[in-house]
């Protein structure tokens, strides 16, 4: 069993009263009916439904829509801490732009021999496509959404960066959608910053990064894998919420030297596309050619100006987990200054040391995939099985240098509904933010995700993770 | 303004198509399952005219041997195996809905949607087999919702077009079935000269039209071949008759016409295949072969069909 006492609760603490965030919302929380929150619960999941905001499962026999389970309970993050998060973030994008420049051009990183440079070269997520390319505006990852977790008051470390196509952002705006609806009283007595621009932020920001093609008003539109992807629901959502094409691989091709799109009347030229589909499934002709996502030269065209693509391809290395443990030099190295936000501490398995480390200390370490994602292929050493562990640690010999180890972090726990009142169950946090020439915007909110099951960290909704509303408080 | 995207006028079409289907088999069942009761003797040949009519004979028969109400209800509803089957059709409206969902508006989306998890919840209860008629209503009321949404909720432009299209379209190949399937019924032949006519199977034919109050209302107790035919074939007054649809599809057309600034083939088309169905009387009609009338027009209503996805560019 796991003592609650020993974690940081957003709510509580530890264990020693409300904190100030949660202040008025505790009050008004404690003179809530439980019948009423209870009928409420069930009133979001019928809205859910209705809606179809749902994801698709990957590996199961019939490709079932789900809902991920949304909790009532908002997740609240002071003004403070968020200008603290705001800084943070901000310092790491931009470290993260120049770190894509510079690999992509005159690896002076490299060069410098502050990352050792077959992680980069010899990377599967460095596309030699891209080198000496210059995405239009400047701008590698237009859109990011990094994964924080908490462990204490002050303390907040930076998971994953996110930098290839960051998905959530649609139950960001869905759950928020969902807690007006249900307790607009709430909204006017606790100030809660308002993220519902997010849609036309997001406009904006891919428009401030035309390709030297456009002709005066860009044409924007978002590629999707299709209706069987996992974040299909998303893709629709945010095509439409900015009132553009949601297109697909076999609506385009390449037309006078431009990519377009087969309308009802004809092909009608793309000037910004907000992608969808990874790297490798963007052009069968320049990368993985059985893929049948993609358009056959649209790699060409990009190259040649006809077309941007956010986020740029090749971004993927910088959010490649044997890079991650470099990502406080990385800073250093852009910014001139030391990182805001901490790094988790990281064992490369590739190095022979850290290998053995890792393997005699299984049972207390998070294992992952360099490449993985998703919370899948992943050792989560005090939750696993011996079995599992001994299955993983043939895996780690086989192939050390496809994994990385970390600390299993105590992350922060904020309260959720349950059938028998209230609970702590772990979280972590992404906020989404929109890069442009001009501005990195980190929008006030973000994606708590949150492990359903007792005393579980996974929050990935593809294990049963679900979310909450995450508040930003609009005064100190 | 850009146009829409091929593929979305194709979702659009489709999952209309989809739908109308979805209510017409669920029309078709209804139908047959009265005969059922009402008449145990040739229940038998009754379902067998109900498959055909939905074009499921063959593949009913590759996995059953007779044709029992309960192994009929079961294949038309249920069965995954049939492309046509309730459970395929609605799965179909939902899956192209969610293609285009960008194109349609929230209350559109919602009905179907609605329309397609009331009939799992019937489904999963078992209904079909415990409460049929009560699936079949809900079948019904689902489809009447999605149209009310369709009419109060859309814009009037290129999405409605495409969505009223696909609905025309496989309505005026419903119809055309309908009648194909019980054409002997209606023919002049010896043995009914004088007599009278089987009233059981017309009021079969108009209930799975959906015609039977409207043609009580308009001929009263007057019932002849003749005046069914022309009902369901030329009658522009019945929303489910061959020629309320070409009406239809040629006002659809036009619009096309007027937004996009261009004629189509498949305009020209629609155009001639009206002049065809309002030229041939009923009387002519049934002289000349009522069944070859039918197919006839069963082949250029999928010529049409074929031109629009093709003139819209629905693929590549």
């Given at each position: 069993m796991v003592e609650p006492q020993k974690f940081f609760d957003e709510m509580h603490g530890f264990g020693d009263g409300v904190r100030a965030p949660y202040e008025v919302y505790s009050k008004l929380l404690a003179e809530m009916d439980e019948t009423r929150l209870k009928g409420k619960a069930a009133q979001a999941e019928a809205f859910f439904r209705r809606t179809g905001i749902t994801f698709n499962v990957y590996g199961e026999a019939e490709a079932e829509e789900r809902l991920i389970p949304f909790d009532l309970l908002p997740r609240i993050i002071s003004a403070r801490e968020w200008r603290t998060l705001t800084r943070g973030i901000e310092q790491r994008i931009k470290a993260l732009n120049a770190f894509l420049h510079d690999i992509y051009h005159r690896q002076e990183i490299l060069r410098a021999g502050r990352i050792p440079e077959h992680l980069v070269t010899q990377n599967a997520a460095f596309l030699p496509q891209m080198v000496g390319v210059n995405p239009p505006g400047g701008i590698y990852t237009h859109i990011v959404g990094t994964d924080l977790v908490r462990t204490g008051p002050d303390e907040f470390y930076v998971l994953e960066d996110n930098a290839r196509t960051p998905s959530g952002v649609s139950y960001m705006l869905e759950n928020r959608e969902t807690m007006l609806k249900m307790f607009p009283e709430l909204f006017s007595n606790v100030g809660v910053e308002s993220i519902s621009d997010y849609p036309s932020l997001l406009r904006r920001a891919l428009a401030a990064s035309p390709p030297l093609a456009c002709m005066g008003k860009p044409t924007i539109a978002v590629l999707t894998p299709g209706i069987h992807n996992s974040a299909y629901y998303e893709h629709a959502f945010l095509a439409d919420q900015m009132g553009v094409e949601l297109v697909e691989g076999r609506d385009l091709k390449v037309v006078d030297g431009r990519i377009a799109m087969r309308t009802t009347c004809g092909y009608h030229p793309i000037d910004i596309l907000y992608r969808r589909v990874d790297d490798e499934f963007l052009d069968p002709l320049n990368f993985?050619?059985?893929?049948?996502l993609g358009v056959p030269g649209i790699f060409d065209i990009y190259r040649a100006g006809g077309i941007t693509l956010a986020n740029a391809p090749g971004t993927g290395i910088s959010d490649d987990k044997a890079l991650y443990s470099y990502m406080p030099d990385i800073i250093e190295f852009y910014t001139g200054q030391k990182p805001l936000l901490k790094n988790v501490e990281t064992w490369r398995c590739s190095e022979p040391q850290s290998l053995s480390y890792v393997l005699d200390n299984l049972a207390d370490l998070v294992v992952k995939e360099?490449?993985?994602?998703?919370?899948?292929?992943?050792?989560?050493g005090p939750a696993a099985s011996r079995d599992e562990i001994e299955t993983f640690r043939t895996k780690l010999k086989t192939n050390p240098s496809n994994y990385i180890a970390q600390p299993t972090l105590s992350l922060s726990t904020v309260p959720i509904f349950t059938d028998s009142g209230l609970a702590p169950r772990h979280v972590d946090l992404r906020p989404f933010v929109l890069v442009s020439p001009q501005s990195i915007d980190v929008v006030p909110g973000g994606l708590t995700r949150v492990a359903m099951k007792e005393g579980s960290l996974v929050v990935n909704s593809s294990q049963g993770g679900g979310t909450k509303d995450t508040w930003v408080l609009s005064d100190d | 303004m850009t146009k829409m995207l091929g593929r979305t006028a194709s979702g659009l079409f489709w999952m209309m198509r989809y739908l109308e289907r979805f209510e017409n088999t669920a029309r078709l069942i209804d139908a047959g399952f009265r005969m059922s009761l009402t008449r145990a003797r040739t229940a038998r040949s009754e379902w067998e005219s109900v498959l055909t009519t939905a074009g499921m004979r063959e593949q009913y028969l590759e996995r059953h041997g007779a044709f029992s109400t309960r192994d009929v209800v079961e294949f038309m509803i249920a069965d995954r195996g049939n492309p046509g089957s309730l459970f395929n059709s609605i799965a179909s409206v939902r899956e192209n809905a969610r293609m285009t969902r960008t194109a349609l508006t929230r209350d559109l989306w919602e009905a179907i949607n609605e329309a397609s998890l009331q009939f799992k919840r019937d489904f999963e209860t078992g209904s079909h087999r415990s409460d049929l008629p009560e699936l079949l209503a809900h079948v019904r009321q689902q489809a009447a919702l999605v149209r009310g949404t369709v009419y109060g909720s859309m814009l009037r432009n290129e999405i409605f077009r495409f969505v009223k299209l696909g609905s025309l379209i496989e309505r005026a190949d419903n119809t055309a079935r309908i009648l194909d399937t019980k054409y002997y019924v209606l023919l002049p032949s010896s043995a009914s000269v004088g007599s009278s006519l089987d009233t059981v199977q017309w009021e079969m034919i108009l209930r799975s039209a959906s015609a039977e109050r409207s043609f009580h209302w308009l001929y009263g107790g007057e019932i002849d071949p003749a005046a069914i035919v022309d009902f369901l074939i030329h009658d522009v007054r019945l929303p489910r008759s061959i020629a309320y649809c070409y009406d239809e599809i040629i006002v659809m057309l036009t619009a096309l016409e007027t937004e996009y600034g261009q004629r189509t083939k498949a305009h020209d088309l629609a155009a001639s295949h009206e002049a065809h169905i309002t030229n041939s009387t009923s009387d002519a009609i049934i002289g000349s072969g009522l069944h070859e009338f039918l197919i006839d027009f069963i082949a250029r209503n999928a010529a049409l069909s074929a031109q629009i996805e093709a003139d819209y560019r629905f693929s590549q």
């Open positions: 993985n050619p059985d893929s049948l360099v490449h993985g994602s998703g919370g899948y292929g992943m050792l989560v | -």
